[in-house]
């Protein structure tokens, strides 16, 4: 089949190649410490689960409407209002496969083909490939330490170029892990609105913090889209389930996109996600992130007492983005030779935009302290004996 010249544009993960590699490993017999998938290592939460054994029990599984289970979109409403005081019509709310169907609806509802999206290099790669599908010319504008890995009013205010048409932001950000301050995070979206562009901001990190919380970005407009997830914080990847939030005026495209992309999000996945809210599920999930805000400081502690640099320590997510340039001058070359000789498999920088890649690995902290420690200790053994490579 010829496919489409879009397809060309495309980047693959090379994460994906380290974990196929790690896998064929495996089943040789070697045991692989993983750090390069950006997946909670817990299992879906048992209240959860309790809640899609008894719909799968009880209810006829069907399409529900295109929007989301009424009932899950007032559960999430609620959610804005117990944890940062902000009050949603849940019409707003639309129930989606995954943050990955959220930034969909929202690249659907926002861009026009040829229009300028300006994004953070580094950041997750699938935001340059899902503009380039719905025709948009990503942007990607390099940052580093000295705007904590974030964009900001200023460099807007630098490239923002007249065919742009508006910006994704992350926060807690993958790969780096930053938190956008609050005051930045207002100053960004006055500066979109200013030129009224769009703001999509991703907020699937969300409720993973270590410090001080993230701010939602509709706490200063009600004009911006906002995603999120089941997926990390509620610990349920595979159920394929997340939501974004759309401005009052965009609830009839929305509704119009959702029925035509995937008529609607997975029911029993949407069952399920109602007990997700219940208070003891919110309990077990904060106990999580506890053992995720102590693995980050063993890995943090732990990556520099090897050598790597930590320029910004990561505030939130389970991602640490370590500047291996004293180690070494190719961090896919190191990435390839932890896995092979080492048995750690570790995501070079390469997967998140073209700004310095060959400086930085991103180490996931989605494995028990123990695994960790393992995998600090056979990297610091493969460091030992292949002293650093590049001269300093
Ligand atoms: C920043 C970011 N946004 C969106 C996604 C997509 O998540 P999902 O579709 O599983 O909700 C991911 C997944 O890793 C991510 O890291």
């Not at 959610?79 to 929202?106: C, D, Q």
């Not at 690249?107 to 040829?114: D, Q, S, Y």
């Not at 904060?286 to 505030?315: H, S, T």
Request: with cysteine; aromatic share 8%; glycine share 8%.
């Amino acid at each position: 089949m010829k496919t489409a010249q879009r397809l060309t544009g495309i980047s693959p993960f090379f994460v994906m190649e380290i974990l196929a590699r790690a896998k064929e490993l495996e089943r040789q017999g070697r045991d692989i410490v993983h750090m390069e998938i950006g997946e909670p290592d817990f299992p879906t939460p048992p209240k959860v689960q309790e809640a899609a054994t008894r719909a799968l029990r009880d209810v006829d599984i069907k399409y529900t409407p295109a929007a989301g289970l009424p009932e899950l979109r007032k559960a999430i409403a609620g959610f804005y209002e117990r944890k940062h005081g902000i009050s949603l019509n849940h019409r707003r709310i639309f129930v989606t496969p995954g943050a990955s169907g959220a930034l969909m609806l929202a690249m659907g509802l926002a861009l026009n083909p040829g229009e300028g999206v300006l994004l953070a290099d580094p950041s997750y790669p699938c935001y340059p490939n899902f503009v380039r599908l719905f025709g948009g010319v990503p942007r990607a504008l390099p940052v580093d330490e000295t705007s904590e890995f974030n964009l900001s009013a200023e460099l807007l205010n630098t490239h923002w170029a007249p065919s742009d048409a508006g910006i994704i932001l992350a926060s807690p950000a993958n790969p780096t892990g930053s938190i956008i301050r609050p005051n930045a995070l207002r100053g960004l979206i006055e500066f979109v609105d200013s030129r009224q562009g769009f703001v999509i901001s991703d907020e699937i990190y969300h409720g993973l913090e270590y410090q001080a919380s993230s701010h939602t970005a509709l706490r200063y407009s009600d004009q911006v889209i906002v995603i999120n997830s089941f997926s990390k914080y509620f610990g349920m990847t595979g159920w394929r389930l997340g939501w974004a939030v759309v401005p009052e005026s965009a609830i009839d495209g929305a509704e119009r996109l959702a029925q035509n992309l995937y008529i609607s999000a997975p029911t029993l996945s949407q069952l399920a996600a109602l007990a997700a809210f219940d208070d003891e599920n919110i309990e077990e999930l904060e106990r999580r992130r506890q053992q995720f805000a102590e693995r980050r400081d063993v890995l943090c502690q732990g990556l520099i007492a090897l050598g790597f640099l930590i320029p910004a320590k990561p505030e939130g997510a389970f991602y640490v983005y370590a500047d291996c340039s004293r180690l070494t001058a190719d961090s896919q070359a190191l990435a390839l030779a932890l896995l092979e000789e080492a048995g750690v498999a570790v995501t070079p920088g390469r997967d998140f935009g073209l700004h310095q890649p060959e400086r930085y690995l991103r180490f996931c902290y989605t494995a028990s302290i123990p695994r960790l420690r393992q995998g600090l200790d056979r990297i610091a053994n493969y460091l030992k004996h292949h002293p650093m490579t590049v001269p300093s």
